[in-house]
């Protein structure tokens, strides 16, 4: 892979991941399933792998609903290798009035769907201490 | 990548996880260290990500001082593309008198350091419901 290639990956990822950010803030359930691949999974902390685009519409409609109005991510290394790429990130929640509910960090393996990069294996847990 | 090569992956990274768990069992904490890459990172639940390989031993120190005797790792997923290696697996812990402790999945990316498949970003969360 050239350096070109690297950097146009890595910029049209940095830019979905905007994109999901803002499409997150603004409530849009729909539309989160729409960043997954086809046959994608979230795995997600204290629960069973999320399998397929209803259930991710599902999984975020929940996270919207028990109070998460935001989520940063912050690419911490970023490596594509053909039509793959692998991302370390980390994240933080914010609730209501912007409080600080969580923060940790994932792993996002993505895939190129029809010449889109989209998540294709979305797993993350928090840093925070087990809550007692 | 070449179905043969493929296989040859595959087959490899399952005899490197066999003598993951036998060397767990074993209780040899310096020996876990020698299954990741120099730059290696385990992102575990509820802890920040550990960097290196002292902090992976104390890592496995700590994890079978607290009575935790054998992880069992399954495969649920596997692809190989070129130097890298994305795996996705399922896990379970076992205490005293094999109790299962804990259940979950996690996220392994392998890489070949001088030919060998060595784990690099080892992530992983639990299945089992929140402890209230």
């Known amino acids: 892979m050239s ?3 690297t950097t146009e990956s890595h910029e049209s990822i940095a830019r979905t991941n905007e994109n999901f950010m803002r499409t997150y803030k603004a409530g849009d ?3 989160m399933a729409g960043f997954y691949t086809k046959d994608a999974q ?3 902390p204290n ?3 999320v399998t397929g685009e209803e259930a991710i519409r599902d ?3 929940d996270m919207m609903d028990m109070g998460i109005k935001e989520v940063v991510l912050r690419t911490i290394e970023f490596e594509p290798i053909g039509e793959t790429a692998v991302e370390v990130a980390d994240y933080k929640l914010y609730g209501e ?6 923060y940790g960090k994932c792993i996002i393996i ?3 769907e029809h010449g889109e990069w989209k998540m294709h294996r979305d797993m993350y ?3 925070l201490p087990v809550q007692g």
């Open 3 to 5: 350096a070109l290639e």
């Open 29 to 31: 359930r729909p539309g």
């Open 42 to 44: 979230i795995l997600p």
């Open 47 to 49: 629960e069973n792998i």
């Open 59 to 61: 999984f975020y409609k």
């Open 97 to 102: 009035g912007s409080a600080e509910l969580d």
């Open 110 to 112: 993505w895939k190129k």
């Open 125 to 127: 847990n928090s840093s």
